[in-house]
């Protein structure tokens, strides 16, 4: 029989409101072990006491099975005296201990909830809000902390006696569950018109038992009547409201796109189950996994050719955005078996912050929506679904919101508190705490009015629930982005404007705890640079307080400034002027053909005399000119849409020769010179090659002289380690194809998984170079 030893474990990370303590007392008393846990600061504190073995073995479990929602960041474990205690206990925290605990993300319905929700025996039989401490709503509904009900927008809904008993039982699943509710005492679903009005009202609980779904007056009955007939159904869910319509409905689909103002972007669809998404997507396990996940981001998956949704769902694309059903509301509106899917988006118009309260979104919605299906758990923080796409079996965030906030990114270091304020378009904010970056939701496009409130909101709530008073702001150098504006007139704080991309390049070394000098290829549409011009095609050396432009693409001019932007065709002529002269006018193409000739002629006057036709080294924008010459995309109706189009034409393979760049030194450094390219692409275009073939030989040059270029600067530096990033890396094929070149040369590459690459990711950059700006 081996020694009686008791050890003091102490546990660390999101350990608390979770089901971390029961779980933990469990473990105990399956293996006869005595002692006790209790909440701490900064996690919880275990002893624990019995058999050697049998203690070791509790140690090594511990994270193993640990609940869903818990992230144990550190576990430590040393001996202690015995005691010879017999028990295992549960002690109560003591006041104001709790305060310094990571508040859980939200998270979908657990298998046990489910199962409950779809038992006509349970209590909960077909109830929306059925949850526990495995699942269901957190950062969401959360006001302050400490985290408890009271604090929470729960905290007008009085437990009844059976919900009580349930949070006072530490062997209860629902323990200390915050949201604790039923029939009974819990939050209700009612189904209004579009003007508000209601026309299904909320079931009454009867005492004895549930109310009886499908009844005539049943408002999630009643939703789904009105989305088979078409209609457009706002559906409030754990972050916001989603606009809702039938996605093999191309009607619904058509008339959603119009109130939503939504030409051609792709909607998100939620499938009924894993057997739906199959009938429409390739599904590979890695996809599989994140979509089953208890964070149930969109993932992004190619499509199969013949697909029952509707064409109007995501034109162009190669892929869906897809996600399953996350709350018990979505698996109630897919249990009577009338969906496939639903097109799911964003209940805003346009790019503004999704609604969230009732009155709100039929305000804002009037005109859109039909119906609306509320309830009256408010949520109090916003906060859009997060998107991921799986590449090289891994999931790579796109937008990282519901589901993994607040969960911070970890650091290699402490650093002083911070405020990031991050970019204009998908913007995010971070907040700094001792070795974690707090990387907010996605806040959306800063140039609406609307989301200027949403913006001020996430800090002020940010600050308040994670107690952190920054020292620090940091923010782009953009004289016009609303959130450098933003920062300036604060006062009475210290203040670090940080160059675009040298914030994409630390973040994703923040990313991999890289603390040394690397070589960043920073690849998007727009960043302002040093020099006023708008960079985007960089490669630099990077370290946390300082960088050094050592390459980058030629400048060329955007006629028209932002206007270039949504019209692609005159990149095209920007870049043909800049290598042909007047004469590209002559030259035998199907763009030149195409050409109005008067705008051209004003194109060209403003280009000769640089009038508001800024310089630009953007990467974006070279993907822009090659879409509309090889007759893609002329004019875009959302972000990017012209290099999303083009990377998804890309045909041929290997054997294809990628187009020529030119590497001229220049100082100290390389310019990027995209004559040959330009030369060589509009031969193909007089030979009539396929657009198909243009793309690939594009990918492959662009991803060939970037290589090249970071080659020479090893050469040079002897530096080695190689980090991506910029929203230009969404592309997959560049950032494959880029990879292998960089690998192939014994670089060591490090590209974002955790922190999207594109604007979404700049904050934490930003707080990273902040910390080291004022500590060196
Ligand atoms: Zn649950
Ligand atoms: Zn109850
Ligand atoms: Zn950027």
Redesign the pocket.
Same mark, same amino acid.
């Given at each position: 029989m081996s020694a009686r030893v008791r050890k003091a474990v102490e546990v660390t990370g999101i350990v608390q409101g979770v089901g971390f303590r029961p779980y933990v007392y469990r473990l105990a008393l399956a293996r006869h072990l005595a002692g006790f846990i209790t909440n701490t600061a900064a996690g919880v504190s275990i002893e624990v006491e019995g058999p050697a073995e049998a203690v070791d073995e509790f140690i090594s479990r511990l994270p193993v099975e640990a609940p869903p929602l818990a992230r144990i960041t550190q576990l430590a474990a040393h001996d202690i005296p015995a005691r010879a205690e017999c028990e295992f206990r549960i002690l109560p925290s003591r006041p104001g201990e709790n305060r310094r605990v990571l508040i859980s993300p939200d998270v979908a +319905? =657990?298998n046990? =909830?489910l199962r409950e929700l779809f038992d006509p025996s349970d209590r909960r039989f077909h109830y929306p809000f +059925? !949850? =526990?401490? !495995? =699942?269901?709503p957190r950062y969401t509904i959360v006001c302050d902390i400490p985290y408890d009900r009271a604090r929470t927008s729960m905290a007008v809904f009085a437990m009844c006696t059976d919900c009580q008993r349930e949070y006072d039982d530490p062997l209860d699943?629902r323990f200390h569950a915050q949201p604790n509710a039923c029939w009974k005492c819990g939050p209700q679903v009612e189904l209004w018109d579009g003007a508000g009005a209601c026309v299904a009202p909320a079931l009454a609980p009867v005492s004895s038992r549930v109310p009886t779904r499908g009844a005539p007056t049943d408002p999630i009955v009643e939703a789904v009547a009105r989305l088979q007939a078409g209609y457009v159904v706002a559906v409030k869910g754990l972050g916001g409201f989603h606009l809702a319509v039938d996605a093999t409905n191309s009607a619904a689909v058509s008339r959603l796109r119009e109130g939503k103002r939504r030409v051609e972007k792709p909607f998100a669809i939620m499938a009924a189950d894993l057997e739906a998404v199959r009938n429409f997507c390739q599904l590979d396990d890695a996809s599989r996994a994140l979509l089953d996940s208890p964070e149930r981001p969109i993932v992004l998956l190619s499509k199969k050719p013949a697909s029952p949704i509707a064409d109007l769902v995501a034109p162009f694309n190669r892929e869906y955005g897809v996600f399953l059903p996350y709350t018990p509301l979505h698996y109630l509106l897919f249990a009577a078996g009338r969906f496939q899917a639903l097109v799911m988006t964003s209940g805003n118009i346009s790019e503004e912050p999704i609604a969230i309260d009732n009155a709100e979104a039929v305000a804002r919605l009037n005109g859109i929506a039909d119906f609306f299906l509320v309830h009256n758990r408010d949520i109090l923080l916003r906060c859009d679904d997060s998107v991921v796409r799986v590449t090289g079996d891994a999931p790579r965030q796109l937008r990282r919101s519901r589901g993994y906030v607040p969960v911070p990114v970890f650091l290699n270091e402490e650093v002083p508190p911070i405020l990031a304020v991050g970019g204009e378009l998908k913007n995010t904010v971070c907040l700094t705490k001792g070795r974690h970056a707090f990387l907010s939701q996605h806040i959306g496009d800063l140039e609406n009015l609307e989301s200027y409130g949403f913006f001020e909101t996430t800090i002020s709530s940010f600050k308040r629930i994670l107690e952190v008073e920054p020292q620090l702001l940091a923010y782009d150098l953009h004289p016009d982005y609303f959130s450098t504006r933003w920062a300036l007139a604060r006062s009475g704080i210290e203040r670090v404007g940080v160059q675009h991309h040298h914030a994409h390049i630390a973040s994703c070394m923040a990313e991999y705890h890289l603390d040394v000098k690397v070589i960043g290829i920073a690849l998007d549409g727009t960043g302002y640079g040093t020099d006023g011009a708008v960079w985007g095609g960089e490669v630099l050396l990077v370290n946390y307080a300082d960088f050094e432009r050592v390459a980058h693409l030629d400048y060329v001019r955007m006629p028209g400034g932002a206007a270039a932007i949504t019209e692609p065709w005159r990149m095209a002529v920007s870049y043909l002027h800049k290598h042909f002269g007047e004469a590209f006018l002559d030259l035998d193409i199907p763009f030149v053909h195409e050409l109005e000739r008067r705008q051209a002629a004003v194109l060209v006057r403003m280009l000769e005399r640089g009038v508001n036709s800024p310089l630009t080294s953007s990467c974006g924008r070279l993907f822009d000119a090659v879409s509309a010459l090889a007759g893609i995309r002329k004019q875009v109706n959302y972000e990017a849409q012209a290099a999303i189009e083009l990377e998804a034409a890309i045909a041929g393979d290997g054997e294809v020769a990628g187009y020529p760049f030119e590497l001229r030194p220049e100082g100290s450094g390389w310019i990027i010179d995209t004559r040959p390219l330009f030369v060589a692409l509009v031969n193909d275009l007089k030979s009539s090659a396929p657009a198909g073939i243009i793309s690939r030989r594009f990918h492959e040059g662009l991803a060939d002289v970037l290589a090249r270029a970071t080659k020479l600067i090893h050469g040079k530096t002897g530096l080695t380690n190689v980090c991506l990033s910029g929203g230009s890396f969404q592309n997959v094929f560049l950032l494959e194809h880029l990879k292998r070149k960089l690998e192939a040369d014994g670089l060591n590459v490090f590209t974002h998984f955790e922190v999207p690459c594109g604007d979404g990711g700049l904050s934490l950059g930003q707080a990273l170079v902040a910390a080291h700006r004022r500590s060196h």
């Open positions: +319905i =657990c046990d =909830c +059925i !949850n =526990c401490t !495995n =699942c269901g699943r």
